[in-house]
């Protein structure tokens, strides 16, 4: 038990008010108060410090339920949100002390309460802030580590494309790739962006692939023997169109769908260049990040030490003010994030 913000103070949250219509927009959510939860037996009260937007939280938006929908549509009505990152202020729990880092599913709010099972406290490292949680040693970095090093198996030589390289995911997966003696190529949105993603992580070949039309074109030029990894976070289009290009035993992940999350089943592209698979005996396989928990642990010490060493670089692009959040969300949907976009509560 510790010094707890009194319980007449609002919890400010906000709420789905619309499924979207398309691109998500922040009038799609509402702002709501309420009382700040009380802990009961076994649990604990965080105080949400860094709440991250993340594009994956697009497709439960919407009830589409033509197409095969991965989760649970989220409810009119209900707090939107995922993986936050908070400091425990009340405990009546034998594990969670206040003062403690946490990250778990805590939503967009202020204050939420947990019972720890799917919590996880931050070791706190002198050189490296609590945000990096739900950053480069978050969901979005392990994604990278597992995408690249247990899915795709890059190896020295490979030609690794990532795609959004220079978001949360892909400027990690494009950075450890490289660690790995990868040739690293990659899309993104805008010369200022990819002139951005060149200088700030060392990718020497990005495409901006909203100037080229014939991206299929741009991506053979530089890579002129083909690609070996497509590591994708765009969606069905994008694998559509490397497809051709890539070589021989060639590995394609499927990380994420930006261009498809939220698009009707009727719509959606589809997956065309399939004869590839059999000629070029390629493998499609999908990541799931959360499926490697378990190595979570010893994932988060080698990218630490990669990054205490200066091998990995990563950008917060930090906002604060709580009531940003759906802003936030909106801007990934037209690329305005550079690198992991977050809000820091205040
Ligand atoms: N499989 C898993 O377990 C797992 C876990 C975490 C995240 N993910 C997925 O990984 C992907 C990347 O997540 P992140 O947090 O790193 O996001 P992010 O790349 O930091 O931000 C999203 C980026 O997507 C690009 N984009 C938006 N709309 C697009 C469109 N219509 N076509 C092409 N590109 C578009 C934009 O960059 P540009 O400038 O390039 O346009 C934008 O900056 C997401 O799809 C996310 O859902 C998967």
Not at 67 to 81: I, N, R, S, T, Y
Not at 200 to 206: K, L, P, Q
Request: hydrophobic content about 40%; overall charge neutral.
């Amino acid at each position: 038990v510790s010094s707890t913000p009194s319980q007449s103070a609002d919890n400010r949250r906000f709420v789905l008010a619309k499924r979207p219509d398309g691109l998500p927009q922040a009038s799609d959510f509402r702002l709501e108060t309420g009382p700040i939860p009380k802990p009961g037996r076994g649990q604990f009260l965080v105080r949400n410090v860094y709440i991250p937007v993340d594009p994956g939280m697009r497709p439960g938006l919407s009830d589409d339920t033509t197409g095969v929908q991965a989760f649970a549509p989220v409810p009119l009505g209900a707090v939107v949100g995922y993986l936050t990152v908070g400091q425990v202020v009340r405990s009546e729990h034998p594990v969670f002390a206040p003062g403690d880092w946490v990250t778990d599913h805590l939503l967009w709010q202020d204050y939420a309460v947990s019972d720890g099972t799917r919590a996880r406290k931050i070791a706190l490292h002198p050189n490296l802030s609590p945000s990096t949680a739900c950053g480069v040693l978050g969901v979005p970095g392990l994604s990278a580590y597992f995408g690249t090093l247990a899915v795709a198996e890059v190896k020295p030589g490979d030609v690794v494309l990532v795609t959004s390289i220079a978001g949360a995911v892909g400027s990690i997966a494009g950075q450890i790739a490289a660690l790995k003696g990868c040739r690293v190529v990659g899309t993104a949105g805008g010369a200022k962006k990819c002139a951005w993603a060149k200088e700030r992580f060392g990718f020497a070949d990005i495409v901006d692939y909203k100037a080229r039309p014939d991206l299929a074109a741009a991506l053979r030029e530089i890579c002129r023997d083909g690609i070996d990894v497509l590591f994708d976070n765009v969606g069905n289009a994008m694998i559509d169109l490397v497809l051709p290009l890539m070589r021989r035993n060639g590995r394609i992940v499927i990380c994420g769908q930006v261009a498809d999350y939220g698009i009707p089943y009727r719509d959606m592209a589809g997956i065309r260049n399939t004869n590839r698979f059999a000629f070029q005996q390629l493998t499609l396989r999908g990541l799931f990040t959360p499926a490697f928990e378990d190595r979570y642990p010893t994932a988060i010490a080698e990218m630490t030490d990669w990054i205490l060493d200066g091998k990995l670089t990563y950008v917060e692009d930090i906002e604060t003010g709580f009531e940003k959040l759906p802003t936030a969300f909106a801007s990934l949907f037209r690329g305005e994030n550079l690198g992991r976009k977050l809000i820091k509560t205040g």
